[in-house]
């Protein structure tokens, strides 16, 4: 099992940054990916960023040049540094680890971050 811990949600205006974490422990395979998703209400979850155990990564085209990824395998943790945010980026944001050539998907509980305009 793998537990996934999210945190650095909150409130922010328009054109401020957040930096989203989150901390993973448990059985981590080395082949993996990670990434963060977001659902906004009366939406489908929708992924934002998505980075693999050997750093290659993708982005969500609405978050391109404002967003990045990134990761610390050392300390099996993962970031979202978002910067110039809007109003649709209002969501609730989800870590989520998957290990490579395997069913095993793994979710965190959600951090919100909210935008105001």
């Known amino acids: 099992q793998v537990q996934l811990v999210e945190s650095g949600g909150g409130l922010v205006q328009a054109g401020e940054s957040l930096r989203l974490s989150c901390a993973a422990s448990?059985?981590?395979?080395?082949?993996?990916?990670m990434g963060w998703y977001r659902q906004a209400p009366g939406k489908q979850r929708e992924l934002v960023a998505r980075?693999?155990?050997?750093?290659?990564?993708n982005y969500a085209d609405s978050v391109k040049g404002r967003f990045t990824i990134s990761r610390d395998n050392a300390k099996n943790t993962l970031y979202l540094q978002m910067n110039s945010l809007k109003p649709e980026d209002t969501a609730v944001y989800y870590c989520?680890?998957?290990?490579?050539?395997?069913?095993?998907?793994?979710w965190g509980q959600g951090t919100q971050v909210t935008v105001s305009s």
């Open positions: 989520n680890l998957h290990h490579l050539y395997s069913s095993d998907d793994y």
């Open positions: 448990g059985s981590i395979r080395r082949l993996n990916a």
């Open positions: 980075i693999t155990s050997s750093g290659s990564t």
